[in-house]
């Protein structure tokens, strides 16, 4: 018999510095009202110059690590924003290294805000095809409202960007929830729309760059983005929830709660009415705002602790990452 592969526990941590929506128009010009009721964010916290992405996955993880054995631990992925402390430099080993993991390798795994849905599937396809490995100590970070510019129009729309860490042990022989099935569809099309310009091989970081601000993270034509991305954005959503699930022997009947990146409003009510899900059928981030990978770990977790899901429930995490990738990976609640 197949042992069970699932989540055992997951973490979060938020730095204690909160920008409101309130602070969030003054910013970007863009009145509060709107921030809230269409955008979907009330506040979000911020980290200060002293916590980093490699941080806040460290305090996440602490938590996980007080109730099992850094010991037990025998793989360390990285799963967060690639914007971290440093830049060509691995957090992985790290975060390793502070939390103990001794026994563990580490390595990252890196698609912007689609990768939780994927770590997860690399997570139970490691542990189905090497039997030596036992626990696997996801973790992740962000601080992206450090590369906002909110002078940019371009790209202040963006400013849901948040900072936090979460954090998940996925192992076998699991007794809270089953890992089941994957799907993932990339677009490549889009590869040239976000990105922050410089501080790569195309522009190295050099006295232009920096003033002309090109550190930050930038849309290149939000307008063309725009008309391309409406049209598949939703259906490709509802394609690899879909996909996933039939994977898994189920349908979109079955699911008792979608956990998603955090969006606007108006594109969550379309995800929720093209599966009939009803508003209270999801975790919705409108305090904390998106932090890159980690928002469906953050929903799965708040989940568990507010008593959303139930023996036999299955839900839903799902994400996408510009570039432009979605995906979406199904979780059995066994609790």
Known sequence: MTERIGIEETSVYFPKDVE?????????????????????????????????????????????????????????????????????????????YELGTRNAYAFEIMNVSSCFPIALKVAKDMLNSDHSIENILLVGGCKESQILDYSNKR??????????????????????????????????????????PAGGSV??????????????????????MK??????????????IKKSLEKSGLSVEDIQLLLPLHTKRSMLRELLDGLNLSNDKAIYLDHYGHMSALDPCIGLHFASEQGKLKNGDIAVAVSAGTGYTWASTVIKWLG
Do not use: C
């Not at 309130?22 to 009145?31: D, N, R, S, V």
């Not at 402390?85 to 992985?92: F, H, M, T």
């Not at 601000?213 to 034509?221: E, M």
């Not at 008309?227 to 690899?240: A, G, M, Q």
């Open 20 to 96: 409101t929506a309130a602070t969030l128009a003054e910013k970007t010009g863009i009145p509060e009202s709107v921030i809230i009721e269409k955008f979907g964010l009330y506040e979000k916290h911020v980290a200060d110059q002293t916590m980093h992405a490699s941080d806040m996955a460290i305090e996440a993880a602490k938590n996980i690590l007080a109730k099992v054995d850094p010991l037990s631990i025998d793989v360390v992925i990285y799963f967060g924003s690639p914007h971290k402390d440093y830049y060509v430099w691995s957090s992985a080993p790290k975060i390793s």
């Open 203 to 224: 522009h190295f970081a050099s006295y232009v760059t920096v003033e002309n601000r090109q550190h930050y993270i930038d849309v290149t034509d939000p307008l063309s």
């Open 227 to 240: 008309e391309k991305l409406d049209p598949v954005s939703v259906p490709n959503f509802h394609k690899v």
């Open 155 to 196: 790209a202040r729309f963006m400013f849901n960007f948040a900072d936090g860490g979460a954090s998940a042990l996925v192992k076998r022989g699991a007794s809270k929830s089953e890992i089941l099935e994957s799907a993932i569809i990339t677009d490549g099309s889009f590869h040239n729309d976000v990105r922050v």
